[in-house]
């Protein structure tokens, strides 16, 4: 059996080392994506790619810009994916809200109350960790009820305007605001 009878599929598929071909292969990984170079122009940021291979590796800036002009003509909105998939990155755009903290306290039975913050959350601050400490802080239940709202078993609003700027700093009394009694 002579080397031209095996059909190409087995050629291609034949295991050990091929000819031609340096080993161990070398991969080149962006800094900024961090996938392999070649695929970081599937990157929805490929600028930033770009810039960091500019910096950092300038003769794979060269192939790629060369490749680039180079190209077959094909649109770049229809080359580029469009989805996100799991090598996207989202990033979070930071919306301007108002960084206050409101107290209030609200019934619970007849002669029992629970004291509601609300606001942490603008100031980054983990409500569970926050729950967690008011809990610990006035022996009682706390829980985060809400997308920022934390619920404080017992009426410990006016210990809690001297305790969340001590434990949180960039809180200032100022942002601190007391609504009062209100239902829930």
């Not at 960091?52 to 003509?73: A, C, I, M």
């Not at 996207?88 to 002669?111: D, F, N, W």
């Not at 985060?144 to 619920?151: A, F, K, R």
Request: charged content about 35%; glycine content about 8%; proline content about 5%.
């Amino acid at each position: 059996m002579s080397k031209s009878s095996i059909n190409p599929a087995a050629e291609r598929l034949k295991l050990g080392p091929r000819e031609g071909v340096t080993y161990p292969l070398l991969v080149k990984y962006c800094g900024n994506c961090s996938m392999p170079i070649e695929y970081c122009e599937y990157y929805p940021e490929y600028e930033k790619c770009k810039v960091w291979l500019e910096k950092n590796l300038p003769e794979q800036f060269e192939r790629v810009k060369l490749e680039e002009e180079t190209g077959d003509g094909i649109d770049d909105d229809k080359k580029r994916q469009k989805r996100g998939g799991k090598g996207l990155m989202k990033i979070k755009k930071k919306e301007e809200v108002t960084k206050r903290i409101t107290l209030s306290r609200a019934p619970r039975g007849k002669k029992k109350s629970v004291t509601v913050v609300t606001g942490l959350h603008t100031f980054e601050i983990d409500l569970k960790v926050a729950a967690k400490f008011f809990g610990t802080k006035f022996a009682c239940g706390s829980s985060v009820t809400g997308e920022d709202e934390i619920v404080i078993q017992g009426d410990v609003k006016d210990d809690l305007l001297d305790v969340i700027p001590d434990k949180w700093p960039e809180i200032d009394v100022d942002l601190i605001e007391d609504l009062g009694d209100q239902k829930r």
